[in-house]
């Protein structure tokens, strides 16, 4: 039996680096005690789909050029993204025996442009689909020979007369969503400038004396983790025929949030402000645990994590341009049966707005050395994890072909049970997930079900 064609064919592979003439000489940045908890992660990835009605030599020709040329302008700001991290150089604690991000003048960035033979609008719709038909379009960070870790790679796929997917690889060490989202904007502002040397964006902060670290928190944390992996258990092996995994995209329109709003004041009748998040968490997090009843109908608590922004929070404050990580953990709980009665959307809302206040007391920063330790226990009990925010605006990204018509995390897939969130092409919220098909129609099922409640 033979395989199928593969609907994706590799056209070109560039090597973007800065412009010779202005690259920075070389630099080290020392992670801070926000990045190396992502060290033995992977890369966020992202698929940014644009309608191009318009041949593929077209693109080559008139718009590759200009999106090399202005990638190249643009990581003159974010040259950390063209190095890698390496291991710390000596034992003893000092900004040397810190993993760094190392960045040479002449390094650069694996750009891939492939075009596709699939149905742009299939690939790129909301409704569920196999999640494998969007694998070929999501780059894949090289490997290195040294043990370094590069930390971008990116590709662009034209659909032919129809369209064009931007796939973003983005090491999660090296910066969180804020930062890759405003390498992104910077990106395509500088391709909508054409050739001028100017940037209409603010460049990012890359000095990480600006995150504060009076308590060593970096030397704390990497103990832990390295205490956590010796006394980790051997993985299991994999199954033998894992299920069908579908990827699809929900929204819920400003208006359902609002009464989301108003319901859940009301329950908790203390005036608390309720926010646009967390109503959408609590929605998605009632659903998901009703389509994997097969998994909680033996349990009494279900669990939420999620990532605070860190940037106005902390003392002293950190300018919102920094360029690395800048997060740390929210921890929710609820009872199962809360979640699944007739008011548990508004129970999750509630626990979801006491667990954000409650890092008010105490500071942002207390119990950190636990942090890790906490995720890890709550791994076997399938918590719902939040990836994105709709604060990024990414579907603002613009590159001279209009807003993207569609935005898919597709590294969500490799944490279950996680949801990814942005905001709204038409306002409001606009979740995705990648789920078992049978547990995808059971969530589908009961998010419209919930949203005509709220109509």
């Known amino acids: 039996m033979t395989s199928s064609p593969s609907p994706i064919t590799l056209l070109h592979h560039f090597q973007v680096s800065l412009p010779p003439d202005s690259a920075p000489a070389a630099a080290a940045l020392p992670l801070t005690f926000f990045d190396i908890v992502w060290l033995p992660t992977g890369p966020v990835e992202r698929l940014l789909f644009y309608r191009f009605p318009h041949p593929t030599s077209h693109f080559l020709s008139h718009h590759l050029p200009l999106l090399t040329s202005s990638l190249s302008r643009a990581l003159l700001l974010f040259y950390p993204l063209s190095g890698c991290v390496s291991p710390p150089r000596v034992p003893s604690p000092s900004p040397d025996a810190k993993f760094q991000i190392r960045f040479s003048p002449g390094d650069s960035v694996p750009l891939d442009v492939a075009e596709s033979s699939e149905d742009f609008d299939r690939i790129s719709g909301d409704y569920p689909r196999a999640f494998r038909d969007l694998h070929s379009m999501v780059p894949r960070l090289p490997i290195a020979d040294d043990g370094s870790i590069p930390l971008m790679a990116l590709q662009i796929t034209v659909f032919p007369n129809q369209g064009v997917a931007l796939g973003v690889a983005v090491h999660h060490v090296a910066c969180d969503d804020s930062s890759s989202i405003h390498f992104l904007k910077s990106w395509a502002a500088a391709a909508i400038g054409g050739h001028s040397k100017e940037s209409p964006i603010s460049p990012p902060l890359t000095d990480r004396t600006a995150i504060a670290d009076p308590d060593s928190l970096y030397f704390k944390i990497l103990a832990e983790m390295q205490s956590l992996q010796s006394s980790a258990p051997p993985s299991s092996p994999p199954p033998d025929l894992p299920p069908e995994l579908v990827i699809a995209s929900f929204a819920i329109g400003q208006e359902q949030i609002e009464r989301l709003k108003r319901g859940t004041s009301a329950r908790s009748g203390d005036g608390a402000r309720v926010s646009t998040f967390i109503v959408a968490c609590a929605f998605a997090w009632a659903c998901l645990v009703r389509a994997q009843a097969w998994f909680y109908s033996t349990k009494k ?97 613009d590159f001279g072909w209009g807003k993207p018509m569609k935005v898919e995390m597709t590294s969500i897939e490799k944490t ?35 949203l005509k409640l709220l109509l």
């Not at 690395?324 to 929210?330: E, K």
């Not at 929710?332 to 890092?359: M, P, S, Y």
């Not at 942005?422 to 789920?435: C, P, S, T, Y």
């Open 301 to 397: 608590t279900a669990y939420l994590l999620f990532s605070v922004e860190c940037r106005g929070r902390l003392d002293p404050l950190v300018p919102a341009s920094y360029f690395g990580n800048c997060l740390r953990p929210c921890f929710v709980e609820v009872g199962v049966r809360d979640l699944l009665n007739g008011e548990g959307v508004f129970a999750a809302a509630e626990a979801i707005g006491k667990a954000i206040k409650g890092l008010e007391e105490g500071g942002v920063l207390k119990g950190a050395e636990g942090w890790l330790q906490k995720i890890i226990s709550l791994v076997p009990e399938r918590p719902m994890s939040i990836a994105g925010s709709p604060r990024y605006r990414v579907y603002d990204v």
């Open 416 to 450: 279950p049970g996680t949801i990814s969130m942005a905001e709204g092409r038409q306002g409001g919220i606009e979740m995705g997930l990648v789920l078992p098909k049978p547990e995808m129609e059971a969530f589908g099922a009961c998010f419209r079900d919930g």
